[in-house]
């Protein structure tokens, strides 16, 4: 008998029809003989609804509230998928993340799982229940609701399934697996059998929402593979693994892109030592993400410092900078929320060389001006204007080869 956690997310339980036919899903596992945990997130379209609802009763939503509200959409789920259940003739049921014991930080809207109690899962399996979970959600040592970031039932599941030390961890979805890039955007783009998480670390960071990132983060350090896959087929899906010799043959696995990133440049500043320091220390505390960063230095001890962050945290960061350029005595600053970030990934860019010159080759032949560059051991990022995305993405997906059948390929 196997400890088995399934997730599903808001496309797969849109709907009554759609909560009873993953519920007949999970039922054939369990009548198999497995242990279940079902972990849900909210219908499609419903988390949206409430950050909209919110922003109409304040500009910046209390975050402690925000998580309250954000909370619900999966309480409507677990429960209606565990009475879906016992209609078809088998027990379940359905806990919220305090119930269980997720335990996070205080981080509201963005809080960090530290610890999981799984006491009260095994006495419901052992009591022969299907075991549904709310996504998303945990509860601080105070006792407030929290939420883990937008995506974040997949989290759920993979610190379930490490804390559980689950036979395996499914993550069902809209899509039949990870692809090499977004096949809604790219109708070229072609289901990875195999996938590092080294490498699915590196795509979920750079835009490619089919995995959360942090749930990857957590796969890898507790070393649980996962295997995304599609909720509609019985298809096989993608493995998210530890590397093996045989991954490194392509340079590139995968290209995505990020429109949810904004560029902020605080233009003419002294200068001196710390300055990086002091910009970006006030942005940090407030637990802003900078991503790509680019200096500039003139001729006149002066520099111009570029960076980007997340959309949903432009308007704070700006008013941060604002602050801080005129304490630095910078000249100006000025944002830009119409970029994007295109990225190729792959382990075999260790072993390749004019990976990076390619992709710029690329870009370049379609006219496309590159705003900033920045590169890790297995990634090359653009920014570019936003309305390029869908066209850089599709002309790099064809240059590095993505459209065909690579999975034989060595070099
Ligand atoms: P869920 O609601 O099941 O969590 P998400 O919408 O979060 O599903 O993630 C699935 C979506 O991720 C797909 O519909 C697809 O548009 C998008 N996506 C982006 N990049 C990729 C990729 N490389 N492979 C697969 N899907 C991707
Ligand atoms: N319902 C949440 C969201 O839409 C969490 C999730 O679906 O993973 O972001
Ligand atoms: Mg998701």
Known sequence: MALIIQKFGGTSVANPEKIKAVAARVMK???EGNSMVVVLSAM?????RFVDLAHQMQDHPDPREFDMLMATGEQVTIALFAMAVKAAGLDAISLLGDQVKIKTDSLHTKARIKEIDTDLIRKYHNQG?????AGFQGVTEDDH????????SDTTAVALAAALKADACEIFTDVEGVYT????????ARKIEKITYDEMLELA???AKVLDIRSVSFAKRYKVPLHVRSTFTESEGTWVVEEDQQMESLPVSGVTYNKNEARITITKVPDT????SRIFSPIADAGIVVDVIIQNTHMDALTDMTFTVPSADYDQAM?????IAKDINAESFSGDKDIAKVSIVGVGMRNHTGIATTMFKVLADEGINILMISTSEIKVSCVIEEKYTELAVRSLHDAFGLDQDNSKKTV
């Open 145 to 152: 609701i929290t939420t883990l970031g937008r995506g974040g």
């Open 205 to 207: 960071s750079l835009g």
């Open 273 to 276: 030592p710390g300055i990086a």
């Open 319 to 323: 008013e941060i900078v604002a602050q």
């Open 181 to 188: 890039t977004d096949p809604n955007i790219c109708n070229k």
């Open 29 to 31: 596992k369990a009548r």
């Open 44 to 48: 499609s379209g419903e988390t949206n």
């Open 129 to 133: 229940k299907i075991v549904v979970v």
